[in-house]
């Protein structure tokens, strides 16, 4: 319930002893209605310090040992000061909370302050009818000294040890996400190997008869009068059917076949523009802008792999881009890897479905077939790379290539791509 989280053990702790307190000084000379007002505002300043968003600040807290100070002082001179005062420990309270919240100088400060400020209740005494032990009084700001140099070394160890708890999360949250990238390119890898096995054999098996059904058509349409125009357009139908077959069953061999990766060294930069000018030519209404960083050096990689990636992923943002908008190709180095990002800004990606578009088969377009970006992961794994989106329906998508510019650092990412 709401109302647990509110309310600690502590809290109850604190209200109980305070309320002792109180209980103790029932009968005393001093126990008015002005004391119990102290008193309660005291015990309340502890218990809220922590649950007030206000006093959670370094301004908060130094206001909340104000206050606590003030309190304390004016208490212990109420209750007998110096001499007969029995609550002189409360200064402890304003010490240890500095111990547990602004650290050894400033626990240090706050002890002197409470030595202080109990020092000068000798202010109000009359010495000629008091003696004043010297010795006892500095023994107690030595001991609001050590009680708070406890409690910051106590309160350090915590900080210390909730900072390698928060490290270690850090690192385990950063090992689960190297682990799902490492299980969804396995499963990745899995798909593609039975694709592959029934690519084989689908292909072999359907291109003879296709090949006689082709042959079959053409003659047909030779040998057809040319007044049965029905007969010889069906004819055609035949065989561009056969031909878009055909294609179909070659780009299927082309993503399950395995990868043979020839790279050398070359200058990206030239990839990525013969990309950008074969997208071109198949959107001629989209502008396409480049940004490349001159930092990038040439490096080791398959250019025509690469060019065929960088094709797809400039063509799909322009085709989802509409006409008269523009899509950017942003290219940089960052920390050994270079950094591609192809931008659009036309209908974006459903979020339901940014986890499916780098699978087989998985489209959203009518004539699509769903093997484009399957194929696009496939190369950028080969290479050692990683591929992520980023999308938002309505606002566009930003795809982000990183490719090893060291082939060593490549084959140690591949695992993890």
């Not at 002890?111 to 500095?138: C, E, K, N, W």
């Not at 390119?185 to 689908?202: E, I, M, N, P, V």
């Not at 077939?369 to 790379?385: C, T, W």
Request: proline letters at 4%; glycine letters at 8%.
């Amino acid at each position: 319930m709401r109302w647990t989280r509110l309310i600690r053990p502590q809290d109850i702790v604190w209200v109980l002893l305070f309320l002792l307190m109180g209980v103790v000084s029932a009968g005393e000379a001093y126990a008015d209605t002005s004391f119990y007002i102290m008193l309660a505002a005291l015990g309340a300043v502890q218990v809220l310090e922590t649950k007030v968003p206000a006093l959670a600040s370094t301004r908060g807290r130094l206001l909340g040992l104000i206050i606590k100070f003030a309190l304390c002082y004016l208490l212990i001179g109420y209750t007998g000061g110096i001499i007969d005062s029995r609550y002189w420990p409360l200064l402890l309270l304003p010490v240890v909370s500095a111990a547990t919240a602004l650290g050894v100088f400033g626990t240090l400060a706050a002890a002197l302050v409470a030595g202080l400020a109990y020092s000068s209740l000798v202010s109000f005494l009359d010495l000629t009818r008091y003696q004043i032990d010297a010795a006892g009084l500095i023994l107690r700001i030595i001991f609001f000294t050590m009680v708070g140099n406890l409690a910051n070394t106590l309160a350090e160890d915590l900080r210390r040890q909730t900072r390698e708890s928060r490290r270690a999360a850090e690192h385990l949250a950063a090992a689960n996400e190297q682990i799902e990238h490492a299980e969804e390119a396995l499963r990745r890898s899995d798909r593609l190997a039975a694709l592959g096995q029934l690519s084989a054999g689908l292909a072999h098996e359907l291109r003879n008869p296709l090949g006689t059904i082709r042959a079959s058509a053409e003659m047909l349409g030779r040998n057809l009068s040319a007044e049965n125009e029905v007969a010889r357009e069906v004819a055609g139908f035949i065989s561009t059917e056969v031909d878009r077959a055909n294609s179909l069953i070659t780009r299927f061999l082309q993503f399950a076949r395995p990868l043979e990766l020839r790279p050398q060294t070359a200058d990206l930069a030239q990839t990525l523009d013969r990309a950008v000018a074969l997208a071109e030519r198949e959107a001629p209404g989209i502008a396409i802008y480049k940004n490349y960083a001159p930092e990038i050096p040439p490096f080791p990689f398959d250019g025509e792999l690469l060019e065929r990636v960088f094709y797809n992923l400039v063509l799909n943002a322009a085709q989802a881009t509409p006409a008269g908008g523009a899509v950017t190709l942003k290219a940089r180095e960052s920390d050994g890897f270079a950094e591609i990002a192809v931008i659009d800004r036309g209908a974006g990606i459903r979020a339901e479905h940014l986890n499916s578009i780098f699978n087989p088969f998985f489209t959203t377009k009518p004539d699509g077939v769903g093997l484009g970006l399957a194929i696009v992961a496939k190369i950028i794994d080969e290479h050692g790379g990683k591929i992520a989106v980023e999308s938002e329906p309505g606002k566009g998508s930003i795809f982000r290539v990183l490719l090893p510019m060291d082939r060593g650092t490549a084959s140690g990412q591949a695992v993890t791509a």
